[in-house]
T-cell receptor
Framework: GAVVSQHPSWVICKSGTSVKIECRSL??????MFWYRQFPKQSLMLMAT?????????EQGVEKDKFLINHASLTLSTLTVTSAHPEDSSFYIC????????????FGPGTRLTVL | AQSVTQLGSHVSVSEGALVLLRCNYS??????LFWYVQYPNQGLQLLLK??????LVKGINGFEAEFKKSETSFHLTKPSAHMSDAAEYFC??????????FGQGTRLTINP
């Protein structure tokens, strides 16, 4: 089946620093990838849609200057949390959409971000 | 607008018993519906999906779900629960631009 990886799986950083999270589709090409945020014991909240070769589209309320998304190739999207603060601590999950018209998204294992 | 409601944030069953996780959807167009499972500190794994073919969908790990348009439901079932089924389960419906709308999740606990 389709495999999506994320790196790193967890990261701890100081307040004010920036953190980059990578999302890769390992065995298929993904023109569209999605970034989600999940708080403890809650559902996934879509942050943005990442389209290869174009600007990401952000959901309402998500700061595009804080959460920078780059989708430079058909297998890689990156999320950079800029000037991170403790309230940015969360579980970040990416997904990649497989083509074929069935809207199936395959999810990465997630990245646990802790900002001190 | 598409939305999903999962009835019951926590379901507890005995090992070997029937598992039933409820999901109702709201959609203005014929929906694509999904069930995902999430184990602690992991991403989501696709269990099964409905894409307007057969109304009874079989997934992995012995799970299946039935699409009932008249009831706007897509409940997930498994005849006999196993300890390894303990996890968080999410129902989702697709919306515009291939985006997914998730339900709030149901935590399944299996009692020995």
């Amino acid at each position: 089946g389709a495999v999506v990886s994320q790196h790193p799986s967890w990261v701890i950083c100081k307040s004010g620093t920036s953190v980059k999270i990578e999302c890769r589709s390992l065995d298929f090409q993904a023109t569209t990838m999605f970034w989600y945020r999940q708080f403890p014991k809650q559902s996934l909240m879509l942050m943005a849609t990442s389209n290869e070769g174009s600007k990401a589209t952000y959901e309402q309320g998500v700061e595009k200057d804080k959460f920078l998304i780059n989708h430079a190739s058909l297998t890689l999207s990156t999320l950079t949390v800029t000037s991170a603060h403790p309230e940015d601590s969360s579980f970040y999950i990416c997904s990649a959409r497989e083509g074929g018209g069935t809207d199936t998204q395959y999810f990465g294992p997630g990245t646990r971000l802790t900002v001190l | 607008a598409q939305s999903v409601t999962q009835l019951g944030s926590h379901v507890s069953v005995s090992e070997g018993a029937l598992v039933l996780l409820r999901c109702n959807y709201s959609s203005s167009v014929p929906p694509y519906l999904f069930w995902y499972v999430q184990y602690p500190n992991q991403g989501l794994q696709l269990l099964l999906k409905y894409t307007s073919a057969a109304t009874l969908v079989k997934g992995i790990n012995g799970f299946e779900a039935e699409f009932k348009k008249s009831e706007t439901s897509f409940h997930l079932t498994k005849p006999s629960a196993h300890m390894s089924d303990a996890a968080e389960y999410f129902c989702a419906v697709s919306r515009e631009a291939q985006k997914l709308v998730f339900g709030q999740g149901t935590r399944l606990t299996i009692n020995p």
